[in-house]
Structures are given as C-alpha cells and as structure tokens.
C-alpha cells in the first residue's frame, strides 16, 4: 500500500492505495504551527480508526503548495512511518507534455491534476480545482497541457467582501433560490455564489474557443466543485480525489 498526500493552503487530503483500488482517505486541516509529532499523532489516529497498520504502508508520495510545511511533514513520514516521502516537483515522469513557459512555476496540484484527468478523462479536457485558489487547466487532444488560469477561491472571495466593507456582515456559504434577494445575507450569497458559477461557464467557454477542439470533457475536483457544477451545465464530472488519484500515478511512473 502506499500513502497519498495533498497538501494545501487550507487542507491536507491524504489516502491509501493498494494499487489502484483506493482503501481509505481523510482530510486534516492545514496547520503551519503543528509540529512533526502532532501530525504523527493525527495520522496514526486516523490510521488506527480505519483498522489500518502504519507498518503497511511501502512508500509515500506529495504534492505540496505550501512549503513551509514541507520540512515538518517529512519528519512526521520519517518518525512514524520509518518511509522518506517523495515529493511531485520538476524532473518526475508524468507522461504529460507541459507546454508552461517556466514548468518549475506550475504547482504539484497542478500537474497532479492534468495527469489524472489525460489518464482519466482523456482529452482535450479542462479540469478545475476549487480550493482556495481557483484553477483551470487545459489538456490538448494530444495531452499536452497548455496552461490555464486561477482565480480568487470561494472563501476567499467572502472574506475579501466582508473585510474590505465596513457594514456587510459573515454569512454562510448556501446558494439562495433566487438571484434577486431581499436580505443582505442572501444578496451576498447570491452575488457570490451565482456569480461564481456564472465566471466558471464563461472561462470554460472562452478557453474551449481557444482550444480550437470540437468537444472537450470537462472535470472538476476541490471543496466546491459538486456545489458549482449542479448549477452550471459546463461540468460534466465531479471527481473529488482527482488531484490524489494524479499523486498516486506520478508515484507509480516513477518509483515501482
């Protein structure tokens, strides 16, 4: 079996695999003051209540795009795993031509996710990341990645309202019935939300007309992707361990 982890800004996703067949994933919270122990304990916890032995684990591989955790979190795989974990970054197979003017710039999220939606999904694809940033990607008909963009994530882009204005309040993030509102918490929901999906459907077009390809399969992974594509039609899947199943395949081309 081997571990999986995805770290970043706001959470950690990890899982194991035996093989291809995933066996169990978490998610932890993104916590730059823990130390190595404290990241031990919640792993070996989680590990301990799915009936899972550590001592199992053959080899662990991570994305990471925070890395001031980097450092911790190798101690922690050292420590309580007795495995040094390999890290996605330039110089792996990925079986993907990345056409980034600087590759180095691209994040390990990134790659992960164009790996396995061409392994996937096939292409050309687009997939989209909603985390705390927003990404897009674009895959070629010949899987070549092309770039893409990012935008503010959800979160983000709430407390950016709130902070930066003197009277509106917090508010949850529950998508109203309507777009015209009469309260102030479900006008910021519904200018928030809606406008959202209505951003995603026009960068998903914009970008199928620069791609210049007849049909383009379009998957989206991240905290927000099942909320967002059941209002927008430019999702076609909701693939919630896209960047993890991406870990898992970079490890398999190049460490078995």
């Known amino acids: ?31 730059t003051s823990y130390t190595s122990d404290e990241y031990g304990l919640v792993m070996t916890n989680m590990f301990r209540q799915a009936g899972l032995s550590v001592e199992a684990i053959g080899g662990i591989m991570i994305s990471s795009v925070v890395p001031s955790i980097n450092f911790t979190i190798q101690h922690m795989c050292h420590d309580y795993f007795a495995l040094d974990p390999h890290f996605v970054g330039p110089g ?34 687009i997939f ?14 010949n899987g070549n990645f092309l770039g893409g963009c990012i935008l503010t994530g959800v979160r983000l882009a709430r407390e950016a309202v709130v902070t930066g204005t ?20 479900t006008n910021l929901q519904a200018g928030l939300l809606y406008g959202y999906v209505g951003q995603v459907s026009y960068l998903v077009e914009r970008m199928k007309q620069e791609m210049g390809e007849k049909h383009v399969t379009v998957v989206a992974t991240g905290g927000f992707a099942s909320a967002i594509a059941r209002q927008s039609d430019a999702i076609e899947h909701v693939d919630n361990l896209l960047t993890l199943k991406g870990v898992r395949m970079i490890y398999e081309k190049n460490y078995q």
Not at 93 to 122: S, W
Not at 128 to 140: H, K, N, Q, R
């Open 1 to 31: 079996m081997i571990l999986v982890m995805d770290i970043g800004n706001t959470t950690v996703k990890t899982a194991v695999f035996e093989g291809r067949e995933l066996i169990k994933s978490w998610r932890i919270s993104t916590n």
């Open 92 to 125: 792996l197979k990925t079986g993907i031509n990345i056409l980034y003017e600087n590759p180095k710039e691209l994040g390990a999220d990134r790659i992960c996710n164009a790996v396995a939606a061409y392994a996937q999904y096939g292409s050309p694809c």
């Open 128 to 141: 989209i990341d909603f985390g705390t940033a927003t990404s897009f990607g674009a895959l070629s008909g």
């Open 166 to 185: 003197s009277k509106l309040p917090h508010f949850e993030l529950n998508l109203p019935e309507k777009v015209i509102n009469r309260t102030t918490i």
